[in-house]
């Protein structure tokens, strides 16, 4: 069974299946990735936090194509 555990002081970053998930609501549901510790997932959603206003979709945009860029084969 999976479950979702949430990080007590950081909205938007859960572990599952021993990846942390992060996401982050701004109009909607945006995925920003899972990661393999708490560390990197809980810095991508402050960046993002921080980003959060007119330029949140350019920013995100830019984003994924980044982490598609230097994602593992």
Do not use: C, H
Not at 18 to 36: A, C, H, Q
Not at 47 to 65: P, S
């Amino acid at each position: 069974m999976d479950k979702k555990i949430k990080v007590k002081k950081y909205t938007g970053v859960y572990l599952n299946r021993n990846r942390w998930v992060t996401y982050i609501y701004y109009k909607k549901v945006y995925y920003l990735g899972s990661f393999k510790n708490k560390e990197d997932a809980i810095k991508i959603r402050e960046e993002a936090k921080k980003m959060r206003g007119e330029n949140f979709e350019d920013w995100y945009q830019e984003y994924r194509v980044t982490k598609n860029k230097t994602a593992p084969k």
